[in-house]
């Protein structure tokens, strides 16, 4: 099972980035994702979620009308789209993916990638 992450950076405030994660070893349309973000000294935080066949996403309020979350089921790969960035969006940002079946629970972790926007 993996989940590598991309597209993170250096961006001014006011920048855009979009980071995709590709899912592999897992049957990735049965998985709910998510985007978490997790700052320096801080604890890890749900950023952006998506269902499995992607009808229903949620935002943290914080990010609310600046990221959108998608995917593309064909390709195995969830996108967060950041736009309007802030330095308060520097984080290391990860993948997740979740089913529940019954009383199991399966998830994984990508490794991050590092979003840093500069003031």
């Known amino acids: 099972v993996q989940l590598v992450e991309s597209g993170g950076g250096l961006v001014q405030t006011g920048g855009s980035l979009r980071l995709s994660c590709v899912a592999s070893?897992?049957?990735?349309?049965?998985?709910?994702m998510s985007w978490y973000r997790q700052a320096p000294g801080k604890e890890r935080e749900l950023v952006a979620a998506?269902?499995?066949?992607?009808?229903?996403?949620n935002y943290a309020d914080s990010v609310k009308g600046r990221f959108t979350i998608s995917r593309d089921n064909a390709k195995n790969t969830v996108y967060l789209q950041m736009n309007s960035l802030k330095p308060e969006d520097t984080a290391v940002y990860y993948c997740?993916?979740?089913?529940?079946?019954?009383?199991?629970?399966?998830?994984?972790w990508g490794q991050g990638t590092q979003v840093t926007v500069s003031s």
């Open positions: 997740h993916a979740k089913r529940v079946s019954g009383s199991w629970t399966y998830d994984y």
């Open positions: 070893g897992f049957t990735f349309s049965s998985y709910a």
């Open positions: 998506i269902t499995s066949a992607g009808g229903t996403t």
